[in-house]
């Protein structure tokens, strides 16, 4: 988009701003190749998780930017166009939050900081929820939701 045309901002939405939303955060950055402002935050942020940092550094991308943030951070910054919940718990808890044009989407995953055990586990964990948000944003540009009408 161009012009007077703003990017859609996405707005990713978890309870600790630990893992999910930071990790679909910096992939929709990635996959989505500029064509969007990406944001995440938390209903309680709790910090980034280490192990969040590490996987997003082996699939060689970016984490620059990314810190835990309150729902109300993000809101004085940016009015999103899509809110995209990926905890049900955060889907439950969320604020009303007022959209540009978009939807409100819930893709809820497992909390891979939820995980116990050693780290190879933990790690193991992450890893796969990395890789089913990034399946999930590919499919979701795929369906190229930035291209309907405002509503």
């Known amino acids: ?16 701003n630990s893992a ?10 990635r996959l989505g190749g500029g064509r969007f402002d990406v944001y995440s935050a938390g209903t309680g942020p709790k910090g980034v998780n280490p192990f ?7 699939a060689g991308v970016s984490a ?36 540009r044009r978009g939807e409100r989407l819930s893709w809820p995953f497992d909390d891979p900081a939820a ?6 586990r933990k790690l193991a964990r992450f890893r796969e929820v990395r890789d089913q948000i990034a399946r999930r944003i590919r499919a979701w540009l795929g369906e190229e939701p930035w291209k309907q009408p405002p509503r």
């Open 52 to 58: 969040t940092l590490r996987v997003l550094e082996e």
């Open 1 to 16: 988009m161009s012009g007077a045309n703003p990017k859609p901002a996405v707005l990713f939405l978890c309870t600790g």
């Open 64 to 99: 620059e930017g990314l810190w835990s943030k309150t729902v109300d951070d993000v809101l004085a910054q940016v009015q999103p166009d899509y809110l995209i919940a990926v905890c049900s718990e955060a889907d439950r808890n969320c604020p009303a939050v007022p959209l």
């Open 20 to 29: 999910r939303s930071l990790l679909a955060e910096a992939l929709l950055r």
């Open 115 to 120: 995980e116990t055990g050693p780290d190879e």
